[in-house]
């Protein structure tokens, strides 16, 4: 008997009858309710979280110019992301499960957004309220939506505030640059003003040199003149001499002549003297910097001094003319004698004057030098203090100049460019290599893995694993293992054709390969049978208890929702040891379009499955080919 002989009478066992044949048909659609029904009830539930209640509470009152509440609220009433209800009070509903969450928008949202202009920044606090009794999805879901409410309230108001600092930039370059023209003016003037006392320190240094050598003429002048008055105190005493002389010596007119013409001569003297101190005072005084004017009332009033002694000089020599003329006038010469005697206080006083004025012209001059001396220290701090101006306004005016260029001064396009990048630095380009077109596309290669498997399961539930007949025929071990698998094997199909074509066309999950998709589900459902036909072969009852515990540790292992990697360590050898990892790793590939050299070694682990199942099976029949009580009545059946 061939093992498709074995196999036909098997399907022809379980299809004797109306009822055998409405089990069947139940084996086959038992694939399709587990995975199209959970599939369509999955399929986009993110498309329907408009029907989600949510509550939100707007309690903001805004602040100047900015209503950030308002926005918020308008922004998620418009985007119908969930079913919104604005309320005033969301927390009995939340407790109570009439909203899934709420979410509130406190008095200060907006007065704390812009707290930063008032220089007392704080956080603007948005509220978010759950209850995980309603649904804990619901609340994750929630988190994200309040996170990218909260991003995009944080890109605007961070994007607001970079534009109010890039237009303070610009306001601060506009004024920098008036301030650094200022400070080019001022350069300017102070490098001038540089200058100028530069040549007011020299022009004082000169009039330091003039007044110096003015109070040294001064002091000169001074000596002389008191040297002229030590020299004319005693002539009253010598003219009075003269007189009495003359009084006396009336014969000697020759010798009173003679003695008359010495005194001329001493007078011609003094007038020169007088003459010669007047010339020398007026070039003094013309190069100690004194007008015209002032020399001519200055020798005016040294005339007007002297002029006592330019008469007595005149006389003098009119007398000595006399008693040289009229040697015999001794009465003539004893009368100009006592003149002259009479007259020479007044000339003493005068060199007494003038001497007094030389000595207040030599103090003046020495208080001038001094003077001098002190504004020439003067001027030189002040060209010290100059100069510093001017390296310092040059430097100012050099760093307002250069930190111009160096302050932003972007046009509106640009600023707001810069804005929007400085607010919002980080943009997610999406660059999907493959995906998955929904959520239940997402989860349909766990589930089609898990339905193929429990169809495998359900199979046995009816079929016999070995034919009786065979095994007391002797048939080899091989081929009653084969005629064994067959029947469960084109049941299989039939469930996969079944399931994949409802998938496909009725709740519409297009595979990106489809006939790929369709073979590998196929290959599936031969290994899993395969499988299950081995422990209900080899175990019996207890067979179909180990195929529930296989399932049991191969959804907790395959990685189906969350990636396998996130499952406890311990667990790793379950995920890289069971088939179903790889059954769902190969369908994902090939629905979402992966790499088929990948789905090439998932194939190879299940047909390496295959074989390993249909040995184990070979030999289970081989040991069954001898008959035992244990056999013959089994202590449980199932």
């Known amino acids: 008997m061939s093992a498709l002989r074995m196999a036909f009478n098997e399907l022809r066992r379980i299809t004797s009858g109306k009822l055998p044949k409405l089990a069947v048909l139940a084996l086959a659609l038992v694939p399709l309710l587990y995975a199209s029904l959970y599939l369509y009830a999955n399929k986009d539930p993110y498309a329907n979280l408009d029907n989600v209640p949510a509550a939100l509470v707007v309690k903001d009152k805004g602040a100047k110019d900015v209503n950030a509440g308002k926005e918020v609220s308008d922004e998620l009433l418009n985007g119908r992301k969930f079913n919104w209800k604005v309320v005033d009070d969301a927390d009995e509903g939340v407790r109570k499960g009439q909203y899934v969450f709420a979410l509130t928008l406190p008095e200060d949202f907006s007065e704390a957004l812009t707290s930063a202009e008032q220089n007392k920044p704080r956080q603007g606090v948005l509220t978010l309220t759950t209850n995980d009794a309603n649904n ?4 994750t879901i929630a988190n994200q939506v309040v996170s990218e409410v909260r991003r995009a309230v944080t890109a605007k108001v961070s994007t607001e505030a970079a534009d109010k600092l890039l ?3 610009s306001t601060i370059r506009q004024e920098t640059t008036k301030a650094a023209d200022g400070a080019t003016k001022l350069a ?8 100028g006392v530069n040549d007011l320190d020299s022009g004082q240094r000169q009039l330091l ?7 040294n003429g001064a002091v000169q002048l001074r000596d002389g003149t008191h040297q002229l008055r030590s020299q004319t105190s005693v002539l009253p005493d010598s003219t009075r001499q003269l007189a009495g002389g003359a009084r006396q010596v009336a014969n000697g007119n020759e010798t009173a002549a ?6 001329a001569k001493k007078a011609q003297a003094l007038v020169g003297v007088l003459d010669q101190a007047d010339g020398d005072i007026a070039t003094r005084l013309r190069a100690l910097g004194f007008t015209e004017d002032q020399v001519q009332r200055v020798l005016t009033t040294i005339g007007q001094v002297r002029k006592p002694v330019d008469d007595a000089n005149g006389k003098v020599q009119g007398a000595a003319g006399d008693l040289r003329k009229l040697s015999n006038g001794a009465d003539q010469v004893a009368d100009g004698a006592e003149l002259l005697a009479s007259k020479m206080p007044a000339l003493v006083d005068g060199v007494g004057k003038l001497d007094e004025g030389a000595t207040k012209l030599a103090d003046g001059t020495a208080q001038l030098r001094d003077g001098e001396q002190k504004a020439v220290d003067g001027t030189t701090k002040l060209k010290d203090g100059a100069n510093q101006l001017a390296d310092g306004s040059a430097q100012l005016r050099d760093g307002l100049t250069g930190g111009v260029d160096k302050i932003p001064n972007a046009d509106d396009p640009t600023r707001a460019a810069i804005a929007q990048a400085i607010g919002d630095p980080v943009a997610v380009r999406g660059l999907s290599q493959t995906k998955a077109a929904t959520y239940g596309a997402g989860l349909a290669p766990f589930f089609l893995g898990l339905a193929t498997w429990i169809g495998a399961f359900v ?3 009816l079929l016999r694993p070995l034919s009786r007949r065979a095994l007391a025929a002797g048939q080899s071990a091989l081929r009653v293992a084969l005629g064994g698998w067959l029947p469960g094997a084109l049941l299989g199909i039939v469930q996969v054709l079944v399931m994949f074509t409802v998938v496909r066309f009725v709740v519409d999950i297009e595979p990106s390969n489809p006939l790929g998709t369709f073979g590998f589900l196929v290959l599936m459902s031969l290994t899993f049978v395969a499988i299950l036909h081995a422990l209900n072969a080899a175990f019996g009852a207890v067979g179909k208890f180990l195929g529930l515990i296989l399932l049991i540790l191969q959804l907790v292992s395959a990685g189906g929702t969350f990636p396998w990697q996130t499952i406890p360590v311990p667990l790793y050898p379950l995920h890289y040891g069971l088939p179903m990892g790889y059954a769902v790793d190969g369908l994902r590939h090939l629905m979402y379009g992966g790499d088929l050299g990948i789905v090439g070694h998932d194939a190879l682990i299940l047909l390496a499955w295959l074989v390993g199942a249909l040995a ?3 030999v289970a029949a081989y040991r069954q080919r001898v008959w035992t009580v244990s056999k013959l009545k089994p202590e449980l059946v199932l």
Not at 258 to 263: D, H, M, P, R
């Open 136 to 139: 804990y999805l619901g609340s």
């Open 167 to 169: 237009l303070g930039f």
């Open 188 to 195: 300017d003037g102070a490098a001038q003003l540089r200058n």
């Open 209 to 215: 040199d003039g007044a110096t050598q003015a109070a």
């Open 258 to 263: 003679t003695q008359a013409e010495e005194y």
């Open 459 to 461: 199979l046995f539930l």
């Open 616 to 618: 184990l099976t070979s």
